[in-house]
T-cell receptor, first 114, second 114 residues
Framework: DGGITQSPKYLFRKEGQNVTLSCEQN?????MYWYRQDPGQGLRLIYY???????QKGDIAEGYSVSREKKESFPLTVTSAQKNPTAFYLC?????????????FGQGTRLTVV | AQSVAQPEDQVNVAEGNPLTVKCTYS??????LFWYVQYPNRGLQFLLK??????LVKGSYGFEAEFNKSQTSFHLKKPSALVSDSALYFC????????????FGSGTKLNVKP
């Protein structure tokens, strides 16, 4: 069953902690993305990666880091430098480099700072 | 710069009635437009897209969208709403200068009442 798997579904972080959100896809897609969703603000791009071992900052990269060591995996680390990390995080992927393909989304991880 | 606007935070409609969720866009060049739906605490699901061709685009679950170049709009429609259509709907436009970037609207919550 092909798709994008995000884990965990819910995550609680203490102030000052780094946490890592997992994203795995078996769609053989080249490009992968991380978005942050806040109520009433739509989705904002954090980081994206077009190929293995390469990634680019999106619009709100500060306080986040990523890696792309394998095509299938694109983990996101929320560092202690992110001042307001409580949000819903969505991972996405798409095949190839084309303007007319849609992105495929995982089910999301809800991160809460306690 | 590319952007989309969803002027309504919420749309209420009775089951069986037609529904419209509005989206207007601003692009420099040809628009690549998408609609997604999100159920609570879930990822986004692709509904339909406009790339080129017919102005009326048909998508999943009986949804369709009308592209209007003169009004720069891409409204989502369905002839007969179902209670199960109640969800959050996002319009998005692709950045033609960077295919990795989607610009999402702020979302419209659709409430279908029995």
């Amino acid at each position: 069953d092909g798709g994008i798997t995000q884990s965990p579904k819910y995550l609680f972080r203490k102030e000052g902690q780094n946490v890592t959100l997992s994203c795995e896809q078996n769609l053989n897609h080249d490009a992968m993305y991380w978005y942050r969703q806040d109520p009433g603000q739509g989705l904002r791009l954090i980081y994206y990666s077009q190929i293995v071992n390469d990634f680019q900052k999106g619009d709100i990269a500060e306080g986040y880091s990523v890696s792309r060591e394998k095509k299938e995996s694109f983990p996101l680390t929320v560092t202690s430098a992110q001042k307001n990390p409580t949000a819903f995080y969505l991972c996405a992927s798409q095949p190839g480099q084309s303007l007319n393909t849609e992105a495929f989304f995982g089910q999301g991880t809800r991160l809460t700072v306690v | 710069a590319q952007s989309v606007a969803q002027p309504e935070d919420q749309v209420n409609v009775a089951e069986g009635n037609p529904l419209t969720v509005k989206c207007t866009y601003s692009v420099s060049g040809n628009p690549y437009l998408f609609w997604y739906v999100q159920y609570p605490n879930r990822g986004l699901q692709f509904l339909l897209k406009y790339i080129t061709g017919d102005n009326l685009v048909k998508g999943s679950y009986g949804f369709e969208a009308e592209f209007n170049k003169s009004q720069t709009s891409f409204h989502l429609k369905k002839p007969s709403a179902l209670v199960s259509d109640s969800a959050l709907y996002f319009c998005a436009v692709r950045d033609i200068n960077n295919f990795n970037k989607f610009y999402f609207g702020s979302g419209t919550k659709l409430n279908v009442k029995p």
